[in-house]
């Protein structure tokens, strides 16, 4: 069965948490009669597995782009309608890794002006390489790049060292930049270290 993995509290449409027991037991006694059958067997969501990976992963992303999710409950209908509403084309849209971002950089992106996004090197961005689709979204909208290149360095400021600073953000100085990505990132996460990732426009 395909990993559940969701942090924001799923709830039965009567308000009740839908609870981890019912994953263990697993019994027909033990789904409550307000619970769509799929939450506790994905076997049975309508469309076969690949089906499914693929609008939970694209509710995932949906969810990213806005921190104010994770902090909200969905009942268990919420989610059965939002993974159904994905749009009719994602299945032939090319496959890329997602990013969510913040609107000012999101326009950067969309322009053309911003070629160089930042990271910290956590266990998620060390999966991408050179030549991977990178898809950024911002609320409703997205815009599909290409990986260029990767570098890594110990910390921001090193990057910023090796990077040029009008590729990050061609508005903002060297320490206006230093201050807004620590905003961001806390110590904790810079100690991670830092990927550069080059990134080019790609037309669909």
Known sequence: MPLRIFTPQVLAPTGAKLSKSLLRDRSADALPADVEPWMLDTTRWEGGTDHYVDAL???VGELLTDPKHFFRSFTVKELGRLMNDRPADLDQRPRAHEMGIYKRYFDLIASGEKTTEIRVNDSSRQRLKEGDLL?????DEEVLTRITRIARYRDFDEMFDHEPVSSVNPTASREDQLRNVREI???EREALGVMAIGIELVET
């Open 57 to 59: 992963l694209w509710l």
């Open 135 to 139: 898809r950024f979204k911002c609320r």
């Open 185 to 187: 990132y806390p110590p």
